[in-house]
């Protein structure tokens, strides 16, 4: 198993910036994988951005040149740094773990863009 202390999220204007935090314990050596999902009220959970454990990265479209995934392999922490954000950014973000053959979820934290 795999818990997650994820944080971070908020209120914000468009084009503001927050950065989400997501720290994983537990059965945590045998992850290759972290990142973030997002899910906004009546869509699907799609990909925001993931990190492999030796540091390959992706990232939706929607996303690109904007959000910037980075890990600390020292504190089994990723985070997102999400810059000029728009009102289409706003979901439940979900930090995932990823092991040969199991993901793991955290419970996700709220980013609102709004005026």
């Known amino acids: 198993q795999v818990q997650f202390v994820e944080s971070g999220g908020g209120l914000v204007e468009p084009g503001g910036s927050l950065r989400l935090s997501c720290a994983a314990s537990g059965s945590i050596s045998g992850i290759v994988a972290m990142g973030w999902y997002r899910q906004a009220p009546g869509k699907q959970r799609d990909l925001v951005a993931g990190i492999s454990n030796i540091g390959n990265t992706n990232y939706a479209d929607s996303v690109k040149g904007r959000f910037t995934i980075s890990r600390d392999n020292t504190k089994n922490t990723v985070y997102l740094q999400m810059n000029s954000l728009k009102p289409e950014d706003t979901a439940v973000y979900h930090c995932?773990?990823?092991?040969?053959?199991?993901?793991?979820w955290g419970q996700g934290t709220q980013v609102t863009v709004s005026s």
């Open positions: 995932y773990a990823r092991t040969i053959g199991m993901t793991y």
